[in-house]
């Protein structure tokens, strides 16, 4: 089976305090653009689970698990099902960048394997053990509104297919870091207005606290909404209407609904 796994970006990410479980509480809304990874999706049951993950690029940082394998494990334990999981992807979406690649992968593989073994429950309640933007990306909304630690996702109505010029810097973010620099901060706590575009008030991304933008001068005339995606290290320029430039080294995308 293929499927695409695509990317998010955040419309505004308000950061709340941390929780005695070490996580913090979010706002955002979340929406899928049409950048993808393509994945190519095997499943058999078997005696004992196993996963199998042919890669076109290295992504993975030395020693770390792929998210596509921690959601299989999940799955398994959750449902008590073992199996063989193969997975060949072609990986177009960067990684450390804020646009949930390695989340989208995760959430592919899950939307599998409840279909593959029929399972008749909310996926976003297993997404979440997988990581906080999981159940977002497994629910299969264009738009939603994400609170709580992530587990919390309300179907929006779309923007539409607006123009998105995505800039993605060479060397990505650490989400870790952005999160103890943030916490590092005196700030005080916000929360996201109603989503509208283009008559939009500010929705602020908290992480632009801690990685400032530097916009050129003619996109502060175009009348885009210029923001970082997630904790970056990608930042996006959202046009109401078409996209007047693209620039070298920028990538023309659309909103997806």
Known sequence: MEIRAYAKV????AVGSRGEDGLHSIESYMALI?????????????????VSIERDVPYLAPGAKDLMEKA????????SRTFALSVRICKRIPSKAGLGG???????????????????????????????DVPFLAAG????????????????????????????PSSGNDTGEAYRALDSMERSIR????????????????????YPLSVPAWLLQTGAYLSLSGSGSAWYALFPESCPYVPEGAVLTHLIG
């Open 10 to 13: 955040n419309i505004g990410l």
């Open 34 to 50: 049409d950048l993808h990874d393509t994945l190519e999706i095997s499943v058999v049951e078997a005696p004992v689970l196993s």
């Open 72 to 79: 299989a494990e999940v799955f398994s334990r959750r449902f």
């Open 102 to 132: 390695g989340s989208a992968d995760a959430a592919a593989v899950l939307r599998v394997l409840f279909s593959y073994f029929s399972i008749d429950e909310d996926i976003r309640e297993c997404a979440m053990a997988v990581g906080s």
């Open 141 to 168: 909304f264009s738009t939603g509104f994400v609170s709580g630690r992530g587990e919390r996702v309300e179907r929006r109505i779309g923007l539409g297919p607006l123009p998105l010029l995505l800039f993605i």
């Open 191 to 210: 929360h996201l207005p109603p989503l509208s575009f283009p008559d939009k008030p500010s929705f602020p991304n908290d992480f632009e606290l801690v």
